[in-house]
């Protein structure tokens, strides 16, 4: 076994097998070989179907339940849990007690549940009495429930018929429940030739309802979606992606199987999604709707107050690599670091006084003294007043800045992002820069639930190729030629230049690794989604 293998993740599924082949634990283990862990099954019910249909429903016993899960936790303990079919209410117990054993005696273990009911030819796959043992002893244990909008409706009792009418089930069903939800949306249609999931996550204040929007693909070859959904999201929770960065990827990776996915030779119905590898394109990613787009309307999500300070397409600016990008906190450094050539700056003052328009102002005079590429951090209103460059905006003052003066003013946007979920959402108001962070850790800010690493700052700048990019916390020197190989034009630093003890030496020698020429002016290329 090589080392690459015998460092996976260890993913469990609790599910049915498919005799076809194309849904249950054969998907589920496809889906986790190709996204990079090691797949563990714990056979629920050996069914009797194909691509036509499912003949027969053959449960197994409680005993044998038992014995693949005592196995299993005996030696191959769980990074996470997908569950799937449990074909009665008996099981459904049987594995909400394990659950409760497991989670009192080890560390957090998240549990992925797709809510198996009906398959996709109408077949009904589990007993009558399944969805209220569901409701109370499975769903408090778990961390993410995917239903399809059938199974919505079974474990509501209530019409999911419109995004409206969804959008109530879903919150129906979380009552009380920390579980997030994921509704997915192969079965209904809200905008023509389109798919929306509905992604609810969060509690009490910080609860949300995020659409996932793409555009449909026409193919026959759908079966086993729900579980190919389902284990790549456990898959990539046990590769440590936070729960929303984990939904847009695995719902990228399914709408990828879906468009390459070649299974008409398979049987005379309906053949099985594919099984393409890793989402690299952005056209298989979804968008996220904006709750200030006219386009929410439709979803029942539209809000007037974010409506009003909407805007997208923003100033570009002369180039997509802006090269070395110091942050600092003092006008003065402002100076220093033009005088040595650096064009790209932020000024971002933690803790600002009564001078700060003053320091402002001085700044943006440094900046137009030097043509720099000059970011206010936060203080977008007197950016605006003083005729700044552009201002830098983190992903909670996009609720409450005006975006429509700032654009009207004609300032450049840059916006943080941390992963695949927020990268997805700021895209979308096309700023004129995206940052992404944290790469490593910081001194300046706690982001160690936020790290990205170089191989996620990759695959996240594979999708926007020609768009500008900047990578941001805990880049040193050292560190710099693996995130410049990522294809981000840009690394923003801090300490790395202010607390070098020679911050000239120090930004020649990052600006040999990672700065674009200064001849490079081109326009970026616009990505459209």
């Not at 999911?160 to 994921?182: P, W």
């Not at 943006?364 to 203080?379: C, E, K, S, T, Y």
Request: aromatic share 6%; glycine share 10%.
């Amino acid at each position: 076994m090589s080392g690459a293998e015998h460092h996976r993740p260890i993913v469990w599924t609790i599910a049915g097998s498919d005799s076809g082949g194309g849904a249950g634990i054969q998907a589920d283990l496809l889906t986790m070989h190709d996204l990079g862990v090691h797949g563990c099954s714990a056979i629920t019910a050996n069914t009797a179907q194909n691509t036509l249909g499912v003949p027969a429903i053959n449960a197994v016993s409680g005993e044998v339940l038992q014995s693949q899960l005592d196995a299993l936790l005996a030696d191959l303990k769980p990074a996470a849990i997908k569950i799937g079919l449990l074909a009665n209410a008996g099981q459904v117990r049987l594995v909400a007690d394990f659950l409760r054993k497991l989670k009192s005696a080890a560390e957090a273990i998240p549990v992925v549940y797709d809510p198996v009911a009906v398959a996709t030819s109408g077949a009904q796959l589990t007993e009558d009495s399944t969805g209220a043992a569901v409701l109370t002893e499975l769903l408090p244990l778990c961390d993410l429930i995917t239903p399809n909008s059938i199974e919505l409706e079974w474990l509501a009792g209530t019409d999911a018929d419109s995004a409206e009418a969804i959008l109530k089930a879903a919150h129906q069903v979380r009552g009380n429940h920390s579980a997030a939800l994921l509704v997915t949306g192969g079965h209904f249609e809200i905008e023509p030739g389109t798919t929306a999931d509905l992604l609810c996550a969060g509690s009490d204040e910080n609860a949300s309802n995020d659409w996932l929007i793409g555009k449909k693909i026409d193919t026959p070859n759908a079966h086993g979606t729900g579980c190919t959904l389902s284990s790549a999201i456990a898959s990539l929770l046990a590769l440590g992606y936070p729960l929303k960065d984990a939904c847009v990827v695995a719902n990228a990776y399914v709408r990828r199987g879906l468009r390459q996915g070649d299974s008409d030779h398979i049987g005379a119905g309906p053949g099985p999604v594919g099984h393409c590898g890793w989402p690299v394109e952005l056209q298989d990613f979804p968008e996220i709707l904006v709750a200030g787009s006219e386009r929410a309307e439709s979803f029942g999500v539209f809000d007037k107050t974010a409506a009003a300070n909407f805007a997208a397409e923003f100033a570009q600016p002369d180039s997509h690599r802006l090269g070395l990008y110091p942050v600092v906190e003092t006008v003065e450094w402002i100076e220093k670091l033009a005088q040595e050539g650096v064009r790209t700056l932020q000024l971002r003052i933690k803790h600002p006084g009564r001078d700060l328009k003053e320091q402002i102002e001085r700044a943006v005079a440094i900046g137009r003294r030097h043509d720099l590429r000059l970011f206010i951090n936060d203080h977008w209103q007197l950016a605006i007043d003083c005729g700044a460059y552009g201002v830098h905006l983190g992903q909670e003052d996009l609720q409450s800045a005006d975006l429509k003066a700032i654009q009207q003013a004609g300032l450049k946007l840059g916006i943080s992002t941390h992963g695949f979920f927020e990268l997805l959402y700021a895209y979308q108001f096309r700023p004129s820069y995206l940052a992404i962070g944290a790469i490593y850790a910081t001194s300046t800010k706690d982001m160690s639930g936020q790290l990205q690493g170089p191989e996620k700052l990759a695959r996240m700048a594979a999708l926007l190729p020609g768009y500008p990019l900047v990578a941001i916390g805990g880049i040193s020197l050292e560190r710099a030629p693996a995130v410049a190989a990522t294809g981000v034009g840009s690394i923003a630093v801090v300490t790395a230049i202010t607390r070098a003890p020679d911050y000239r030496t120090a930004v020649a020698q990052l600006r040999s690794v990672i700065d674009s020429p200064e001849t490079d002016r081109e326009k970026p290329s616009r990505v459209e989604s």
